[in-house]
């Protein structure tokens, strides 16, 4: 059974960094292109990030130079790097097993002064 479990978010300030974890289980993410998602307060679930088997990534314009996404394939688990936070960041950030369809739980993550 697939299943994928984030972890990281919290409170942070405008500028601030944070580190998502998605750590997978019954799959072996390093062959699956896996992405993150986040959903803001009334607005629809947009693509964040994603990164492909051959480690091509790829970003939302509005995240470009400030978030990165990775994986460690000992761990199994995927990452996304936050850095220089905005508030407009502010949503519930999912992981996503694209080949699956398998999408976790969420994390939060709130920017605010």
């Known amino acids: 059974q697939v299943q994928v479990v984030e972890s990281g978010g919290g409170l942070v300030q405008p500028g601030g960094s944070l580190r998502l974890s998605c750590e997978a289980s019954?799959?072996?993410?390093?062959?699956?292109?896996m992405a993150w998602y986040r959903q803001a307060p009334g607005k629809q679930r947009e693509l964040v990030a994603f990164?492909?088997?051959?480690?091509?990534?790829n970003y939302a314009d509005s995240v470009k130079g400030r978030f990165a996404i990775y994986r460690d394939n000992a761990k199994n688990t995927l990452y996304l790097r936050m850095d220089k936070l905005k508030p407009e960041d502010t949503a519930v950030y999912y992981c996503?097993?694209?080949?699956?369809?398998?999408w976790g739980q969420g994390t939060q993550v709130t920017v605010s002064s």
């Open positions: 996503k097993v694209e080949d699956r369809g398998a």
């Open positions: 990164i492909t088997n051959s480690s091509y990534t």
């Open positions: 019954g799959i072996r993410i390093r062959i699956l292109t």
